[in-house]
């Protein structure tokens, strides 16, 4: 398997280039723009300025500052040991070093990402209506995927592309600000000759062409990367689990949902196993998601049927797409491995009416948010806030008055 993390990195690296070479570039163009006599270089210094602050700042705050972003807080095994225990499972079979934290979103949106800067620091973040949604296969597969994100070091390259790609927007945005301000840059021409002049206008009409394509085409170097590494994470996700239909299934599951995630943005967005953010009650378009289209990778992984490994995945890629496209290494394709597909598991969640979904949902939802639970002796559950018995010792049942003792950790 190392092979394939190797394969990963080189990929991660050539773009990472490519990128940095698209910041300098920008940079240069907009320093020659404002200041003819040396500006370019200013520039390059200013670019690799900012590059670097905001790369320290993800390396050293990235995950956390995402996790607070989207909402997420970390919850102890006893909050829902199903989800523990199914991390735990994953994280033998990719052989990690730590088992990543786990987070809960109190979002009803079912969904999940990764984070972190290696294995060793990683975390995984889940919706709180993720869990109210899938049936034991269903979550082993959708944390599976989160995993081979990990495993494939997909979450150090998400952050540090993310922060190039905020650079270059954020240099093309200060441009085009100081622009505005400056009158276009009109006073150094003024005092030039005429020739100079007008190689001066020139370089100001190509770094505003920089300053428009450069976001655009990084951000189409990042789209097409990370949705070769969605299809990866599901390849290596069938390996972890050894059964296609449980992440199949989930997808349909998540997919279904016409639920909005407020907590998700554009940052954010291409981290999470399906994208988030929707525009007038539809998915974005294919062309700018950083995710594949669901139902492809829905028909991909229930098309593979002699065996989990990933020769199989990528044989049910080519027949979906009905043409050789490599996503998996030719490292990891050389080695004729045999996965057997594993049978469905005996333990899973039953199945639920809406009505007791949601109140399952609302149940996990207030046990992040540490409400306390009291059980009346007529049967009823109270939920008590977290806090609530330092004013009030006790909280009287609604349906037969009785009080009850409201403990002192609430």
Not at 79 to 103: D, R, S, T, W
Not at 289 to 315: C, K, M, V, W
Not at 322 to 327: A, N, Y
Request: a positive charge.
């Amino acid at each position: 398997m190392w092979e394939l993390i190797r394969a990963n990195q080189r990929k991660s690296f050539w773009l990472f280039v490519c990128m940095g070479i698209l910041l300098l570039l920008l940079g240069y163009a907009i320093g020659s723009s404002f200041i003819p006599d040396g500006g370019g270089s200013f520039g390059v210094i200013v670019a690799l300025a900012i590059w670097i602050i905001l790369s320290i700042i993800s390396i050293a705050f990235g995950s956390n500052i995402l996790l607070a972003i989207s909402g997420a807080k970390e919850v102890t095994p006893d909050v829902h040991p199903q989800l523990f225990n199914v991390v735990e499972e994953m994280k033998i079979a990719a052989g990690l070093p730590n088992i990543p934290k786990i987070y809960i979103i109190n979002e009803e949106a079912p969904n999940a990402f990764a984070t972190g800067i290696k294995p060793e620091n990683s975390a995984i973040a889940v919706t709180a209506g993720l869990l109210s949604k899938l049936n034991r296969d269903e979550l082993q597969g959708v944390v599976a995927h989160e995993t081979g994100h990990i495993y494939n070091r997909d979450i150090r390259f998400m952050t540090m592309a993310g922060i190039m790609l905020g650079s270059i927007v954020l240099i093309s945005e200060i441009y085009f600000r100081g622009m505005w301000i400056s009158g276009g840059g009109r006073r150094y021409s003024s005092k030039s000759s005429k020739n100079s002049g007008q190689a001066q206008l020139i370089i100001m009409i190509a770094a505003i062409a920089l300053a428009i394509l450069a976001p655009i085409i990084a951000r189409l170097l990042y789209l097409a990367i990370s949705r070769k590494r969605e299809y990866l994470a599901d390849a290596t996700a069938v390996r972890f689990t050894r059964y296609p239909e449980g992440l199949a299934s989930a997808l349909e599951k998540i997919a279904d949902s016409n639920l909005d995630l407020p907590s998700a943005n554009k940052v954010t967005a291409p981290m999470y196993i399906v994208n988030p953010l929707k525009v007038k009650g539809m998915k974005l378009a294919d062309l700018t998601s950083t995710h594949p289209p669901i139902s492809e990778r829905i028909r991909i992984l229930r098309s593979i049927s002699q065996g989990a490994g990933f020769i199989d995945y990528q044989n049910a890629f080519d027949k979906v797409k009905r043409r050789s496209s490599p996503i998996i290494p030719p490292s990891a394709l050389s080695r004729q491995e045999k996965v057997e597909i594993r049978k469905p598991g005996e333990v899973t969640v039953p199945t639920e009416t809406t009505k007791q979904q949601k109140r399952t949902l609302g149940d996990l939802m207030m046990t992040v948010n540490s409400y306390s639970f009291l059980t009346c002796v007529c049967g009823m559950k109270i939920k008590v806030p977290a806090g609530f018995g330092t004013n009030k010792p006790q909280v009287v049942c609604p349906r037969c008055g009785h009080k009850n003792v409201v403990p002192a950790s609430s």
